[in-house]
């Protein structure tokens, strides 16, 4: 482009140049004022560029651009496996926190490398697919209580242009009518609730049980569905049937939404007359069966990520509990001493009187 073109602010096509206004914008050429000649529809457009620009104030030097194709060349070191993730937590991590957490969780592969991109967002590189994928398929996953949000590579965006929308879980819809219990009807009462991915049906794509259990990946911008709502032609009825997430992270028991507890809610609801918030923990989260186990009888504590915290701590501050917990430590130490027999009652030794015989 020659710069009799630049100060014209024309092209041979006769489209308004915009070079032009970036020069003006630069110092290079000085203002003029558009021509007669010029239509109103390219003063506008000019005008708005040569704004634009002026906001900018780049200089010629910064406006030229380098054109590259967006594909990842194997030579410049993309990495082959790798996903991006964010912590939904309320403070930053460190990147060691992070990867103390996550390394065990995944399993300890080998080759495994963790890198943070941000506030509480890393990249983990596998040197395997096979590690990728099973990572991929086992989410979610948590660091402490919180939610890591998983999300696919992509070497033509920054870090900060990532998009953590979406989290997979495994879901169930209970109680349904066995007509629903398939992988036709069912999935597409499913995908209400995300878009689905795995059905666990059978050979026949039949489900069998108290509920349709199916994998989805639900929009974590939004609230957590309760219910789903399906009317019956033939009995022309409205029903709700309740849906209920496995290993469910951190979630509000007030907006539903994950990433927070109650206690931090910006818009906290109202409690039922049972003193429960519209989405009390129990109602959505299915109690993990392994922790059932390894906690015996007493299965409350763990039972649902979001409510651990407070279950675990409850008592403490307590007086009763305390005094409790004291009296019981007492009692042990009064019984940690020298045991009798009850056959052989322990004999008392009699201190004999001064100058008796």
Request: aromatic residues 8%; glycine residues 10%.
């Amino acid at each position: 482009m020659s710069r009799e073109e630049i100060a014209s602010g024309k092209t041979t096509s006769g489209r308004v140049n915009p070079a032009r206004n970036l020069a003006i914008a630069s110092g290079d050429l000085p203002q003029h004022k558009a021509s007669s000649s010029s239509s109103p529809s390219d003063t506008a457009f000019g005008d708005n560029v040569a704004e634009m620009m002026g906001k900018l104030r780049l200089t010629a030097q910064e406006s030229e651009a380098f054109v590259f194709e967006d594909a990842c060349d194997e030579d410049l070191g993309c990495p082959a496996w790798a996903i991006v993730g964010k912590v939904l937590a309320p403070n930053p991590l460190h990147i060691s926190t992070i990867t103390s957490a996550l390394r065990p969780a995944w399993g300890n592969p080998k080759g495994l490398v963790i890198k943070t991109m941000g506030k509480n967002r890393f990249m983990a590189e596998f040197a395997t697919e096979a590690d990728l994928i099973r990572v991929k398929e086992g989410s979610p996953w948590t660091v402490g209580t919180h939610a890591v949000i998983l999300t696919e590579f992509d070497p033509s965006l920054g870090p900060a242009d990532y998009s953590f929308e979406k989290s997979c879980f495994w879901v169930r819809i209970l109680n349904l009518p066995f007509g629903l219990m398939n992988d036709t009807r069912g999935k597409m009462l499913a995908g209400h609730i995300g878009e689905v991915g795995q059905m666990d049906v059978d050979e026949q794509g039949r489900a069998w049980g108290e509920y349709l259990r199916f994998r989805a990946s639900v929009n974590i911008t939004q609230p957590l569905m309760r219910f789903v709502s399906v009317f019956s032609q033939k009995r022309q009825q409205l029903e709700q049937f309740s849906v209920m997430y496995e290993r469910l992270p951190t979630f509000c028991f007030s907006c539903g939404l994950l990433g927070h507890s109650s206690t931090a809610c910006p818009t906290p609801a109202e409690r039922d007359a049972d003193g429960l918030l519209p989405y009390h923990g129990p109602h959505l989260c299915v109690p993990d069966e392994r922790k059932k186990k390894a906690s015996g009888t007493n299965s409350s504590h763990g039972s649902f990520a979001s409510d651990r915290g407070s279950r675990h701590n409850q008592g403490r501050g307590d007086p009763k509990m305390q005094t409790n917990s004291s009296a019981k430590s007492q009692k042990g130490k009064e019984t940690s001493g020298e045991v009798t027999s009850p056959e052989k009652p322990k004999q008392t030794r009699q201190r004999k009187p001064r100058g008796g015989r």
